[in-house]
């Protein structure tokens, strides 16, 4: 009886052990899963999901055909060679720009690119790439208007998109604007004559003036400030941080941002 007990004994442990063993395995397994290093059991690619606000051609906008999905411009293609370089597949989780810092913040996208300027005040909130595009605000105007420089919109009827560097710029000036959600709304307000000015983006700008006959571009560097575009992502997230920035500054240094820049600034 003693015997029969003592082989029972080890019988359980050894049960236990192999249980230990393929549970450890297991939880790997999840863990490698979750974190996105190799392809999940069911064969589907570990995703990358980056937050933009596709009203900001030729940065990001809706396209026939775009380079993820039906999202198009440059940041699109930098996110889609970043998925590249990370082994992970680029989604798009396209919202209101002013949605996209909480998004990160609540985990609906694991980064955020939307031509967004690094600010003082969005540092203390999210990290930031390494920039990727400098840019400055213009002023759009009619081919006719008399606007020459920013002082001159002191009373005029200004159009901004809201959240863009644009608003912040006019509220420091000290003029009223009103704003709207879409860069493609305030050109319209501004074609149709119910505006003077439209102020944006200077790459933006460039897009919506080729796209839009009647209109043209004021600039005024001393009232505007150069700005840099970088990759938002969750505070402390330095892992998913230094990817990005790896992959950034590879692009950047082969001159594959450049040739993007150049090549979506062209199209008509």
């Known amino acids: 009886m003693k015997k029969f007990q003592k082989i029972k004994k080890w019988a359980v442990i050894g049960l236990s052990c192999m249980t230990m063993l393929f549970g450890a395995v297991a939880c790997g397994e999840k863990k490698e899963a979750a974190e996105g290093g190799s392809d999940s059991g069911s064969g589907e690619k570990a995703q990358i999901v980056f937050g933009t606000n596709a009203e900001f051609p030729p940065f990001e906008y809706v396209g026939g055909q775009g380079v993820i999905d039906q999202y198009d411009g440059i940041d699109m293609a930098i996110a889609k060679q970043i998925g590249d370089d990370l082994g992970k597949e680029a989604t798009i989780n396209n919202m209101e720009f002013d949605s996209l810092l909480l998004a ?74 009103e704003s709207f959600k879409k860069g493609s709304e305030a050109i319209m307000e501004l074609s149709n004559g119910k505006c003077d000015v439209v102020v944006i983006d200077s790459a ?7 796209d839009n006959a009647g209109l043209k571009i004021v600039e005024d560097t001393d009232a505007f400030g150069s700005e840099e575009y970088a990759i938002a992502v969750k505070k402390g997230n330095t892992e998913l941080l230094n990817q990005i920035n790896t992959s950034i500054q590879k692009m950047l240094d082969d001159g594959t941002i450049s040739d993007l820049s150049a090549k979506y600034l062209d199209e008509q």
């Open 104 to 177: 990160l913040e609540n985990g609906q996208v694991d980064a955020v690119i939307a031509g967004m300027t690094v600010t003082d005040e969005r540092k203390e909130s999210v990290d930031f790439s390494v920039p990727y595009y400098t840019a400055t605000q213009v002023m759009i105007v009619k081919e006719d208007s008399t606007i020459a420089k920013a002082a001159d919109m002191a009373d005029k009827k200004i159009v901004v998109i809201q959240g863009y560097t644009g608003e912040t710029v006019v509220q420091d000036l000290g003029y009223k604007y």
């Open 204 to 210: 933006t700008a460039e897009k919506y003036v080729k």
